[in-house]
């Protein structure tokens, strides 16, 4: 039989029992039913793993010839790879579906379940698989071993949405399968076995799931993405390289962001991490106004980015890879910073800690931030400079130029931390930047360039150096800069909208003083408004957006838009609507029951003000 088939009958195999499973569980009561830290709202049909393991290992056994003195052998992979690696997978899927489906119904301890995964790790380890990633071999072993289990664990956390585990799971394993494809074609194959049979449980697990995998299918998938990473690093990839580790750590990566924002957050927030929540990367994204699929949709276009610049880092050698890695590097940082900001807990929890020792450390990093943008320059300066030199110099050339970027690196980062303080550049706020603010990320970053020239032509008399580096440096720091400062705005004002509730109106007036106004809603929710998009009276304006909210056409329209999209007031924007415009309102406002109401800035003297506020109270 080609080998090829062997990944369809996984996944049709999956296709057919995974009805069956359903059915059986709804039958016998094993469901799992909404809790306060559960995503779903009804009782669904647990022990989908089941027909993920069981698709999985058929097509296994039948494609893999092995003796079982394998599973006994130390540093099995030195007497046959093949036959060991496919026992290997087996062993430890089958003892981590075992350990699952034992959690699945009687729920262990924590711990228990972490000993389990120790175990079948250490296994891994004994049949002589290895990371290689340091040249020790006994801390290379301790390596592995947390490896396993942590990514086996962070496939476990990442099953909180419909279809997120398993969709993750199966682009993860096709990426494995093409990283493995030319050094070890069985392996390869290993990876698409667990891809059809994850592929296949989508089927049913994408929204709204009428099956969950529980952790018999999360910890199987874990477990056998955990130890096909392992075999990529063993034999796909030089020993003690780039490769071994960047590529692992960027196929995996929206799985291990996950677990180390849950687990950070949660005990900074004096929170178990084992302890489930609403508090993932997939809530936090619905959060800021995603809906649950077009979440799980994100995630999996991040995994697949992830993935494909793991492909690179894989067919490229170690002075290009940087370009890549240090871009995602940057990216998953801010998503981190972004992510964890938004509020979850309720706020005495999330203050928890602040009597504790390192309380002040959280106040800090919430609050002050500054020490976060300082760290992340010094990233952003070190890669614009070296990715100057990737772009004017390029093959043997940059290699012989690559010891004078090294040596010169360090002056040219004091020089630019030195001109952004000078220029305050720390001093503007996080999530307020203007064009001011854009204009003086010019001037810190040209003096941090002037200042570099400078001293690169006093300690090194300018030899070996180009004038172009500097320029095209230049350039790059200032894009960086401006990148990274707009896109906190950028994420404030996305959780802002996608945070907004209450009455639905359209806004008259798509000027100035709509503008202001919508940033007033924006930054004041109590308000209690949620607007639709504008209206005006301009024809020019028609179809054209103002602060990302449509212009939907004029005044005339107005009965229209009331009747389509169920608007329940407007709102004036400009000083003084004519006679007509006032009459118009009135007669929807009669017609329709829809409230009229008008915005305006105004001066008020201390006393009236406060008079007002007690009138109210």
């Known amino acids: 039989m080609p080998q090829l088939v062997y990944p369809f009958l996984s996944f049709f195999l999956c296709l057919a029992l995974t009805p069956v499973v359903r059915a059986l569980a709804r039958r016998r009561g094993w469901l799992a039913n909404p809790s306060a830290d559960r995503w779903h709202e009804r009782p669904t049909a647990l022990l989908g793993g089941i027909a993920i393991f069981t698709a999985m290992a058929v097509p296994l056994v039948l494609l893999s010839d092995f003796p079982l003195d394998f599973l006994f052998a130390p540093a099995a992979i030195s007497h ?76 476990n956390l990442l099953d909180n949405m419909d279809g997120l585990c398993a969709g993750v799971g199966a682009i993860a394993a096709l990426l494995l399968s093409v990283l493995l494809r030319d050094a070890f074609p069985l392996a390869s194959l290993y990876a698409l076995l667990l891809a059809g049979a994850a592929l296949a449980f989508l089927v049913y697990n994408f929204r709204p799931a009428s099956i969950f995998m529980g952790d018999s299918g999360s910890l199987t998938i874990g477990f056998s993405l955990a130890f096909l990473s392992v075999v990529y690093s063993h034999f796909a990839a030089p020993a003690h390289s780039l490769h071994a580790i960047a590529v692992p750590l960027l196929v995996l990566m929206v799985p291990i962001f996950d677990t180390t924002l849950v687990t950070i957050i949660r005990t900074l927030s004096g929170r178990k991490a084992s302890v489930g929540g609403k508090d993932h990367t997939s809530h936090r994204l619905v959060l800021i106004g995603l809906s649950q699929t077009k979440a799980v949709l994100l995630l999996y276009a991040a995994t697949a980015v992830f ?22 590097g940057m990216a998953v940082v801010l998503m981190g910073i972004y992510l964890a900001q938004l509020r979850v807990y309720p706020e005495k929890e999330f203050s928890a800690l602040r009597d504790k020792a390192f309380s002040q450390v959280l106040w800090d990093l919430t609050y002050k931030r500054q020490l976060l943008l300082v760290l992340f320059d010094f990233l952003l300066v070190s890669f614009s400079y070296y990715l100057s030199y990737r772009l004017r110099f390029s093959g043997e050339v940059f290699v012989r130029y690559f010891p004078i970027f090294l040596r010169s690196l360090p002056a040219v980062i004091v020089c630019k931390y030195v001109a952004f303080f000078l220029t305050g550049l720390y001093r503007g706020m996080w999530g307020q930047v203007s064009a001011p603010d854009l204009w003086g990320y010019v001037k810190s970053t040209m003096l941090g360039t002037l200042l570099s020239v400078v001293v690169v032509t006093f300690v090194y008399r300018f030899e070996d150096f180009s004038k172009g580096i500097f320029l095209i440096d230049w350039l790059l720091l200032t894009g960086l800069i401006a990148a990274s400062r707009g896109s906190f705005r950028l994420f404030s004002d996305a959780v802002k909208r996608g945070a907004l509730s209450g009455d639905r109106v359209v806004l008259f007036g798509a000027g100035r003083g709509g503008e202001v106004f919508l940033r007033e809603v924006l930054n004041n929710p109590g308000l209690g408004i949620k607007p639709l998009g504008f209206v005006d009276d301009d024809p020019l304006k028609a179809g054209k957006k103002l602060q990302g909210f449509p212009i939907l056409g004029t005044s005339r329209d107005l009965p229209g838009l009331v009747e389509k999209m169920g608007v329940q007031g407007i709102v004036v924007t400009f000083a003084n609507p004519g006679p007509g415009v006032a009459d118009l309102l009135r007669g929807l406002s009669r017609e329709s029951g829809v409230f009229v109401k008008r915005f305006s800035v105004r001066l008020a003297d201390l006393e009236e003000g406060g008079k007002r506020g007690l009138d109210r109270a």
């Open 80 to 155: 046959g790879r093949d036959a060991a690696t496919g026992a290997a997978l087996l062993f430890g899927a089958g003892a981590m579906f075992l350990w699952g489906l034992v959690d699945d119904f009687v729920h262990i301890k924590p711990y228990t379940k972490l000993l389990g995964q120790i175990l079948a790790a250490s296994a891994i380890a004994f049949f002589g698989y290895r990371l290689q990633w340091v040249e020790s071999l006994t801390a290379d072993t301790l390596l592995t071993i947390l490896w396993m289990v942590g990514i086996t664990n962070a496939l």
């Open 307 to 328: 993935g494909v610049a793991g492909l690179f880092v894989h067919r490229t050698d170690a002075f290009t890879s940087p370009t890549v890695i240090a871009p995602v």
